[in-house]
C-alpha cells in the first residue's frame, strides 16, 4: 500500500525522515469483497509531527465464468437425459428452459414429444465475493419419422438506407420460408425488407416443419446499410444595394422512409461573402456542413445578386426559357433573349458538380436553340450555368 505525504519544507522529502509511517489493514487475502481501513502509523523525525489520513482498501467482486456442454440434437422418442455445467466459482448453479419442446428438473431435460429448437438457460445469481453470469446452449429436436429439409438463403449485397427490397430463400421441402430481423435497423413484412437505419442487419430465415418435414436449421444472412445521397441546392436570390442580406434558403431532394429536413440531425449552413456594403454584381451562396446518421450530403452552391436601388442588375440578358421542365429525356434551351456584348459559356452540371455538357455560344447565335440528352442520366436536378466575363446565371432541371 502507498500513501502521500505533504507539508515539506526547505525542499525536502520523505528521504530526510528519522522513521517513515507504514500503511496497514486488516484485510487479508481471505476476507470477502468490501470496503477495508487503512490506518497510517509510526513516523518519527526531530523537525516534522505527524498528522495521519486513513485511507480505504476495496475489495471488488470476481467475475465467474459458466461452461456448458454441447447437446447433441435430439429424437422426440429419446430419454430424459442430463445437461452438463460448470462454473469458475464453484457455486451452485441454476437450470431453466427458455424455449421449445422440453422442461427441466435440475439439469434433467425431459423432452415433451414435439419438435423444434430448445434454449436452455444455466444461471449462476454471485454472492458476496463474485458476480452473477448467464450462459445458454440450444438444441434442435427432430422427428426420426419424418424427413430434414434444409434452406437456401442466398448472400445480401450491401444496400442503402431507404432500400426496399424482397428475400428469396427456399425450403427444400418446398413448404414456405418465413423470416425475422435477428439485429440491426430493418423491418420485414412478409418477405420485403425495408431498410430504416445506417449499420450492420442479420436477417434469419426459417421453416418450422409439417406432418411429413422436421423443422429446417435457421440460416442467417449479415449486411451492410450505408448512408443515402441527399442533395442540398442553395437558392438563388436577390437584394437590393445597401440592404442587408437575406435568408438563405435551401432545396433538399433525395429523402427516403418520409424523412423531412426536421429529421436530419445538423444541417448544412449557407454564407455569403456579400453585405450591406457590397456593389452591384453576383456572389456565391456558399454551403457547408451538415451530418446526420443516415445520410451524407452533396452541396450545391446558389447566387446571390445584387441590384441597384432602383432594381437593375448587371447580368446582360432577359430570361432564359428551358422546356419541357421538369423533364424525361430531352430538354430544350432557348437562349434568344440573351443580349451580351460577348458570348457565352454553357454547362450543365448534376448534383456531384460533374459538367455533363459544355458548348460556347457565340453572340451572332442568339437566336439558337440547344438540347440536352438527359434520358440516360438519373432522377434528380440539375443546374445549368451561363456565363459572361463578369457574370453567370443558373437555373435548375428537373429530371423525373
Do not use: H
Request: hydrophobic share 35%; aromatic share 8%; glycine share 8%.
Amino acid at each position: 500500500m502507498t500513501f502521500a505525504y505533504s507539508g515539506f519544507a526547505n525542499g525536502e522529502g520523505e528521504s530526510v525522515l528519522d522513521t517513515k509511517p507504514s500503511a496497514s489493514t486488516t484485510a487479508t487475502a481471505s476476507n470477502d469483497a468490501g470496503e477495508y481501513d487503512i490506518t497510517v502509523s509510526g513516523g518519527v523525525d526531530d523537525n516534522y509531527s505527524f498528522i495521519y489520513i486513513g485511507g480505504t482498501l476495496t475489495i471488488n467482486k470476481a467475475d465467474q465464468t459458466i461452461t456448458i456442454t454441447a447437446i447433441d440434437d435430439k429424437d422426440v422418442s429419446d430419454a430424459a437425459f442430463n445437461v452438463n455445467a460448470t462454473t469458475t466459482s464453484g457455486l451452485d448453479l441454476t437450470y431453466a428452459i427458455t424455449s421449445g419442446p422440453a422442461t427441466i428438473n435440475g439439469n434433467t431435460i425431459t423432452l415433451t414429444g414435439e419438435v423444434g429448437e430448445v434454449v436452455v438457460e444455466v444461471s449462476q445469481s454471485g454472492n458476496v465475493n463474485y458476480n452473477a453470469d448467464t450462459a445458454t446452449v440450444s438444441f434442435n429436436v427432430i422427428n426420426s419419422d419424418k424427413q430434414d429439409q434444409t434452406i437456401t438463403f442466398n448472400t445480401i449485397e450491401d444496400k442503402i438506407y431507404g432500400n426496399v427490397f424482397n428475400l428469396s430463400a427456399t425450403a427444400s421441402s418446398g413448404l414456405n420460408v418465413s423470416y425475422i430481423v435477428i439485429s440491426g435497423q430493418a423491418t420485414i413484412s412478409d418477405s420485403t425488407v425495408t431498410v430504416t437505419g445506417v449499420g450492420n442487419v442479420t436477417i434469419e430465415a426459417n421453416q418450422s416443419g409439417n406432418d411429413n418435414y422436421n423443422p429446417a436449421p435457421a440460416v442467417q444472412q449479415s449486411f451492410v446499410v450505408e448512408k443515402a445521397m441527399l442533395t442540398v441546392i442553395a437558392q438563388d436570390t436577390v437584394k437590393k444595394e445597401g440592404e442587408a442580406n437575406p435568408d438563405f434558403e435551401m432545396l433538399f431532394t433525395g429523402f427516403v422512409n418520409g424523412d423531412t429536413i426536421a429529421d436530419i440531425n445538423e444541417l448544412p449552413v449557407a454564407t455569403c461573402n456579400a453585405d450591406e456594403n457590397s456593389t452591384v454584381g453576383t456572389y456565391d451562396i456558399v454551403l457547408t456542413g451538415g451530418s446526420d446518421n443516415n445520410y451524407d450530403f452533396t452541396l450545391i452552391n446558389g447566387v446571390l445578386t445584387v441590384e441597384t436601388a432602383d432594381g437593375i442588375s448587371n447580368i446582360g440578358f432577359v430570361n432564359i426559357s428551358i422546356y419541357p421542365n421538369p423533364t424525361y429525356g430531352n430538354v430544350t434551351v432557348n437562349l434568344s433573349e440573351l443580349n451580351s456584348e460577348t458570348g457565352f459559356e454553357v454547362e450543365v452540371i448534376n448534383t456531384t458538380g460533374k459538367t455533363i455538357k459544355r458548348l460556347s455560344i457565340n453572340k451572332l447565335d442568339y437566336d439558337k436553340e440547344f438540347s440536352v440528352d438527359l434520358s440516360n442520366k438519373p432522377q434528380g436536378v440539375y443546374l445549368l450555368k451561363v456565363k459572361t466575363d463578369k457574370d453567370f446565371f443558373i437555373k435548375k432541371i428537373v429530371k423525373r
